[in-house]
């Protein structure tokens, strides 16, 4: 008798793809040319100067606000700042004063990148500098949208890179038995290194906690947000990091008199912080690398705002831009709406995606990134985004569509607004003061250094500027700025 054998074939699901992993780093305080790839010619950045080349410099790419909290705000909820709950950095305690520490936080309804992450799988971790709302309110990180958070709630806390504590999520983790606060003056005397030292350099321990948040999350999508607190003044990095840079840049010590701490070698930690900030990017880089996640990860670095201002003849905290070019000749710095204060350096890789050694000159900013992470991971994106997707001009599919403006409508620094529409900058400031300057009008393609006002020849281009700030202006009762009709 035959016996007939029937084979059972079983047909294998193809496989899922994994999510792609988003690691996002965020400089504190970085001029647009302050890192070797965007023509720093000092201080060496062979870790982002390698990224660069495996990935894209975005050219064009622009903060969300002159100052750390609101580029924040705008990063992290895709709104730009004529409808940004958090407008400037004041304190928390100015309108909740049960809080101590922290900045104005966002509201209970604001939605961010990291929730809608969240709500679509991700594993969500935050290490460095928060700013958006103090532990316990209605900003703190864990209400919106990070699994874990470790680092520096608050902006003023973090001027000293030895605190005695850092958050992890609700709990303070003391770090430093012996703080070293951020400001100080020495008028008299030896300034000495080592007396402005600690135990903990707080960025080493906020590292190596975002690495083994990369560890635990391997398997799992994740969204990993790093906004580092470096190269923001005051400066006292460790002494092996001055010592790499050249005793003859620095003559005098200074003193704290503009603020912050004193430094013997004011100028070598400046560059010491910048190049500590490249190493930190470096094991990030390397991390991945060896977990096997860099050919699924989107990385993004840039910065919050451009390269610290001056306080009257000379820089704040010591610092000295204008030696290291940190601008690459752009004008103004943070806390300006000219270009110096809000172009940033900002580069993109993503094996596969993104072409190696590539360059974009297409306009884009902080409001952008919510619509372009969302569009890269499949994640449905709130209604309402000021911001649109860069992924396209990313990945050399240039989209057809119009770039929207890009505003910036900002209380402080005497009250400055700006808007990008075209090739065109229109912008105004000391609308706060006694004598407000008159409208300036730019034309960004021809003359990126803003030195020529076309306001007066271009009268329907100022108009035209004037109607978009106006209509982009919403009502912010904690953060007013009224649009001259002048």
Known sequence: ???????????????????????????????????????QKKIPTPNLDRLATQGMRLTRHYSGAPVCAPSRCVLMTGKHLGHAEVRGNQQAKATYPEFSEGQHPLTEGAVTLAMALQKNGYATGGFGKWGLGPVGSTGDPNKKGFDRFFGYNCQAVAHSYYPKYLWDNDKKVQINSKPVPGHKKQPQGEVKLGD???EVYAPDRILAEALGFMDANRSKPFFLYLPFIEPHVAMHPPKQWV??????????????????????RPRAAYAAMIAHLDDQVGQVLDKMDSLGLAENTLVVFTSDNGATHPAGQAFVGGA????????????????SVYEGGIRVPTIVRMPGKVKAGTSSNAPGYFADWFATLCEVTGTKAPEGLDGQSLWQEITGRPDKVARKPMVYI???????????FDRFKLLRTGLKTKKPAGWELYDLEA?????????EREPGVVAQGKALLKEANGNNAVFPVVIPAD
């Open 1 to 39: 008798m035959l016996q007939l054998l029937v084979g059972v074939f079983v047909l294998a699901a193809p496989p899922v793809e994994k999510k792609p992993n988003i690691v996002f780093i965020l400089a504190d305080d970085l001029g647009w040319a302050e890192i070797g790839c965007f023509g």
């Open 410 to 420: 900002f209380p402080e620094y005497g009250g400055q607004v700006a808007v990008h």
């Open 447 to 455: 003359d990126p250094g803003e030195t020529k006002n076309l306001a």
């Open 320 to 335: 000295d831009p204008q030696f290291f070019n940190s601008t690459g000749n752009l004008r103004g710095h943070k806390g």
């Open 243 to 264: 010592e790499r840079f050249p005793k003859e840049w620095d003559e005098t010590a200074y003193r704290g008199e503009r603020s912050y701490l004193p430094h013997p």
């Open 196 to 198: 402005y030292l600690g």
